[in-house]
């Protein structure tokens, strides 16, 4: 339960991180109290995983936190990739999986590429955010790939166990 409270705060803190990327006048100042303490009261218990997420789905509705997804582009029938890029393993660093939420068809194989100079995992993840077995690569090397082929709808959520605070969707329509 902690390390869930500790990735929700970091997905929050990343986030804010994306938002101030993308809208340049965006400081840390410029950050609601009431995002920080919802946060920061999260992260010490006061609130549950539901309130914290129900903040989460306000803000993004009233688009204060704005999701862009990206359709798969296949450079050849039926794959997809998403790229690992270089400093994703920096908590600090804004290189999240490009894209962070990839949109492809039912039967496509996604392909993820380590472009980064460290080794990273790809570990999918139940809606609680526990490790199950769907797909699962081993560490991969800068270079390294893994692939796996989507045979149903939905939406699959999946992360770095070497650095819990990158997570991306794979949603499969």
């Known amino acids: 339960m902690k390390q869930q409270k500790v990735l929700g705060v970091v997905v929050l803190a990343s986030i804010i991180v994306i938002s101030a990327t993308l809208y340049q006048s965006v400081t840390a100042e410029s950050v609601p109290d009431w995002v920080r303490n919802t946060a920061l009261w999260y992260g010490q218990g006061e609130i549950s995983e539901t309130e ?11 688009d204060v936190i704005q999701i862009e997804t990206e359709k798969a582009k296949p450079a050849k029938p ?3 990739q998403v790229i690992i890029p270089q400093g994703n393993y920096d908590v600090a660093n804004s290189a999240f999986y490009i894209p962070l ?17 460290v080794k990273h995992t790809v570990q999918s993840q139940d809606e609680e955010g526990n490790i199950i077995g769907l797909f699962n690569s081993a560490p991969l090397d800068t270079g390294d790939r893994f ?5 149903e709808p939905g939406v699959y959520n999946y992360y770095c166990t070497l650095h819990p605070w990158r997570v991306g969707v794979i949603t499969v329509t």
């Open 78 to 80: 039926g794959t997809a």
């Open 147 to 151: 692939a796996h082929t989507f045979d």
């Open 101 to 117: 939420n990839l949109e492809v068809s039912v039967g496509t194989t996604v392909v993820w590429v380590n472009d980064d100079s």
């Open 52 to 62: 914290f997420l129900s903040a989460i789905k306000y803000l993004i509705e009233i």
